[in-house]
């Protein structure tokens, strides 16, 4: 099949969600993806940050393809001692104190928003189920999520939407402390907006949501969605800010390329979703599962992570030095470039026409390495962009 027949099927067949770049992906070995006619491309964006290992890597098609044969779905009306083993290595690494397994991002996001209104409701009854979350956040697709999500381009066409969020402008104590309100069960927050252009939060807007949430026993909730699983050079992102969430949702590169995602909440919440109150039918899915404990046996060790801080930095350095490069921000392998002529997508664009795969995030251009990448192909991935940017 050619790039061309792929296309006109696309168009053909598939709903028209996506606007895509124009290469059509067969295979890939590491950092490298190649395409359908045979041309290679050094891989910037790990499908979105989920395959965090890389394409086909040993160990995960190892992990993955035993588990395949040994049993691939049983149900959650079974119990498994892969799932327990995944959830105790979860909670362990975070501390927190139960989780809940299911598909997506959108889904985790899901489970919080939930958890968030049955505490709210178990303890004070009705009217106190407003949850806010941040200006120019992302939270994902579905209905509610939709809602969640703080940019007014995405609450359109599907109305009516889920009832109960508010907007604060990130960064803005003054605009967060006017909207904490008796009504408010929850602060749901990214700690780097990813979607939104990789804006980290500052340490005192972050301290400040927290210590009100604690004052007014309002739950402090984390999407690391596209921050967590070491992406950012601690497992998860909120470490480097020293807070204690009540919940954890993650999911992007939990699988390193197949699809999970989990919720976590503290002790204080352990027992508020009950029997009947939530499930999923594939939500830990035992390949999903032994593919996560791949991932998390291996992106967790401290050499792991001081490697990704170290890749990450070396990143940012190289691009500071770079052609039409005004600013160079995020954590780890999580980095945001605003270009000086505002051509993010034009940028995006020619690289892949040049051998590399990179991503856009509102105007900035974005890189999700995956955080197992070699300085080798860093450098042939940077080398690329070098060339565009200046335009060769
Ligand atoms: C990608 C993303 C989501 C949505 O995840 P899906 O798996 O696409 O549902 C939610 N929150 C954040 C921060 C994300 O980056």
């Known amino acids: 099949m050619t790039f061309e027949e792929i296309k006109n099927d696309e168009q053909k067949y598939m709903m028209h969600t996506y606007g895509r770049f124009q290469t059509a992906i067969v295979s890939g070995k590491g950092a490298t993806a190649k395409d359908v006619s045979g041309k290679e491309y050094i891989d910037f964006t790990s499908g ?56 997506s991002g959108a889904e985790a996001n899901e489970c919080a928003i939930k958890i968030a209104r049955k505490y709210s409701f178990d303890k004070y009854g009705e009217d106190r189920q407003k949850i806010l979350t941040l200006v120019n956040s992302f939270h994902g697709r579905t209905v509610t999520t939709l809602a969640a999500t703080g940019q007014d381009v995405f609450h359109n066409f599907f109305f009516p939407f889920t009832e109960g969020f508010d907007y604060v402008t ?107 109150t939530h499930g999923t039918t594939f939500g ?45 921000r995020g954590k780890g392998m999580m980095i945001g470039i605003v270009t000086e002529k505002d051509n993010a997508k034009e940028i995006a664009g020619k690289c892949v026409e040049n051998g590399l795969l990179i991503l856009t995030a509102k105007t900035l251009l974005r890189l999700l390495p995956p955080l197992n990448i070699s300085y080798e192909e860093i450098d042939k991935g940077l080398a690329v962009l070098s060339g565009v940017m200046s335009g060769d």
């Open 284 to 328: 830990g899915n035992l390949i999903a599962c032994a593919a996560a404990r791949e991932v998390l046996s291996r992106v967790t060790t401290k050499a792991f992570l001081e490697e990704v801080c170290r890749k990450g930095d070396y990143i940012r350095e190289k691009l500071t030095a770079m052609p039409n490069v005004k600013e160079v």
């Open 48 to 103: 979105i940050g989920v395959n965090c290992l890389g394409y086909c890597d040993d160990g995960w098609v190892k992990a993955v393809s035993s588990q395949v044969s040994a049993v691939q779905h049983i149900s959650n009306l079974y119990y498994s001692p892969l799932q327990t083993e995944v959830s105790k290595k979860i909670c362990e690494l975070t501390g927190m104190d139960k989780v809940f397994l299911c598909n």
């Open 170 to 276: 990130a960064n803005d104590i003054c605009d967060l402390e006017s909207k904490i309100s008796d009504e408010v069960c929850a602060v749901f927050i990214e700690l780097i907006q990813g979607e939104g252009g990789v804006m980290p939060l500052s340490q005192e807007f972050v301290d400040a949501a927290e210590k009100i949430c604690k004052e007014k026993d309002i739950l402090l909730m984390i999407d690391e969605v596209q921050t967590g699983v070491s992406r950012t050079g601690t497992v998860y992102c909120y470490e480097q800010y020293g807070i204690k969430p009540d919940v954890v949702t993650s999911a992007k590169g939990l699988g390193g390329g197949v699809p999970i995602g989990a919720c976590l909440c503290n002790e204080k919440l352990s027992d508020v979703m009950t029997a009947g």
